[in-house]
């Protein structure tokens, strides 16, 4: 059984950054962000005296799920927009706040806000020319840092360590809310069967999705066997989710139908998911429930849910991973082969595990 987590020890308590107030500049993908609380955990852990975030306003329910984070900076600019006026009128609202300031995506844009506020230190990987908007650019080594949360951890860390690669990666823990849950529970009608839930998404693109017809079949086996079936997602997945619970009894599609925030609660109370490499993989990974993996075009090893209780389905072809939105063959293989029979036994497996006293995550 494949432990795909990166299992690193709690970091101990260290006074580096004491007394500082830090504005880190959060990255734009739900998983992303979620991966970014390695990095908060180890500011808190070297002292930080506070920590604001300056992120996108989808991403507020997950932050405020977060120990670490004293305040959310909202940015309100679109994906992928320049929007110079808003960047310049949100750093006038942060001048003289904060010592230290941690980019971590790398484009141009990202780093203005820092730069226009005058915070005193800037640290981003150098990226797009941002000569100047950084007062400590480091080089991305990509063969030490080969994971997401290793290069966001990396920022926090002296340059020394960061460039040796040898430090801890402390897990995200998004913290649940059991009244919500019982709300969603009356609301939706669920929680009269054991839960499974399915997140057929995947932002980046189709040669990230196992096919629909795959999850609507392992459903169905799922429901035979005494489980309810949760499919989630945004409302981008409303169509894929009814296309999964179609002619089933005990199949919710609450695509669109929830809150960011309510996705955390309602991964938390399944027994187990299945999922494309997506930003609710990772959530599920934070809230501890057991994952069941799927990887086509992306791989394993860059992207990894964060968890020991996870069994990562990937196939590893000759023409894989390839990090395309489309496969370039046309054929998908790396996901067509992975069959719903294969995902049936690994949940069931895992699921008489789960249900000894030495659980999977003991």
């Not at 989808?58 to 309100?76: A, C, N, Q």
């Not at 370039?328 to 789960?354: F, R, S």
Request: hydrophobic residues 40%.
């Amino acid at each position: 059984m494949a432990d795909a987590a990166h299992a690193a020890p709690p970091h101990r308590a260290g006074t580096r950054l004491s007394g500082q107030r830090l504005l880190v500049v959060g990255p734009s993908w739900v998983g992303d962000m979620v991966m970014a609380q390695s990095l908060f955990m180890t500011l808190k852990q070297q002292g930080a005296a506070s920590l604001a975030v300056v992120a996108p306003s989808w991403s507020r329910p997950i932050l405020e799920r977060m120990d670490e984070i004293d305040e959310v900076v909202e940015l309100g600019v679109g994906h992928g927009v320049f929007g110079l006026a808003p960047r310049h009128r949100l750093a006038q609202s942060l001048k003289g706040r904060f010592d230290l300031a941690l980019v971590l995506p790398r484009s141009w844009k990202s780093a203005l806000v820092p730069f226009l506020a005058r915070v005193p230190r800037r640290v981003g990987f150098t990226g797009e020319h941002r000569y100047g908007l950084l007062t400590e650019r480091r080089t991305l080594n990509r063969r030490v840092l080969d994971q997401t949360v290793k290069r966001f951890v990396s920022l926090g860390l002296p340059a020394a360590t960061a460039t040796a690669g040898d430090f801890e990666i402390p897990r995200p823990l998004l913290r649940q809310d059991a009244d919500n849950l019982a709300r969603l529970h009356r609301e939706h009608g669920l929680g009269v069967r054991p839960a499974i839930g399915m997140m057929p998404g995947a932002e980046y693109g189709p040669a990230k999705q196992w096919p629909l017809a795959y999850f609507h079949r392992l459903a169905a086996e799922l429901i035979t066997q005494g489980f309810e079936v949760r499919v989630l997602g945004g409302p981008k997945d409303r169509a894929a989710g009814e296309e999964i619970v179609s002619g089933l009894e005990h199949a919710h599609n609450l695509c669109g139908a929830t809150r960011l925030e309510d996705a955390v609660d309602l991964l938390g109370d399944c027994r187990q998911v299945v999922t494309n490499d997506s930003g609710l993989m990772h959530v599920a990974a934070a809230v501890g429930t057991r994952i069941q993996a799927i990887y086509g075009s992306s791989s394993p090893a860059y992207t990894p849910p964060l968890t020991s209780n996870a069994r990562i389905h990937y196939l590893a072809l000759s023409c894989s991973p390839c990090f395309e939105r489309q496969c370039p063959l046309g054929h998908t293989n790396c996901l067509k082969q992975i069959t719903p029979d294969t995902l049936l036994e690994a949940i069931t497996v895992d699921q008489q595990l789960l249900d000894t006293p030495s659980r999977i995550n003991a």
